[in-house]
């Protein structure tokens, strides 16, 4: 069975940072795009920004300049760089992982904190 696992969630002032990490099997992650997501209190999962195989990332208007994804191919490692966090950034963020023609696997998500 196929497992991500995530990382590096806690709670952090206004202003902080945080850094999330994202490990998957070497097999896939090498060849899969990863997504971060996140999910508030009482409101739908919400695309934080994606990154390809090759490293083609996006990233939703509310984090751009402030956010930064990465990968490790030879860790199996993706990062999520969160910088300036704001308190609405609060939310539980799950990575994702698709490969082949309608692969995909969630981790099971961890929680960010933002409050003063």
């Known amino acids: 069975q196929v497992q991500v696992v995530e990382s590096g969630g806690g709670s952090v002032q206004p202003g902080g940072s945080l850094r999330l990490s994202c490990a998957g099997p070497?097999?896939?992650?090498?060849?899969?795009?990863m997504g971060w997501y996140r999910q508030a209190s009482g409101k739908q999962r919400e695309l934080v920004a994606t990154i390809t195989s090759r490293g083609t990332t996006n990233y939703a208007d509310s984090v751009k300049g402030r956010f930064t994804v990465s990968r490790d191919n030879v860790k199996n490692t993706g990062y999520l760089q969160m910088n300036s966090l704001k308190p609405e950034d609060t939310a539980v963020y799950y990575c994702n992982l698709k490969w082949g023609a309608a692969s995909d696997v969630w981790g099971q998500g961890t929680q960010v904190t933002v409050s003063s």
């Open positions: 070497g097999i896939i992650f090498s060849i899969a795009a």
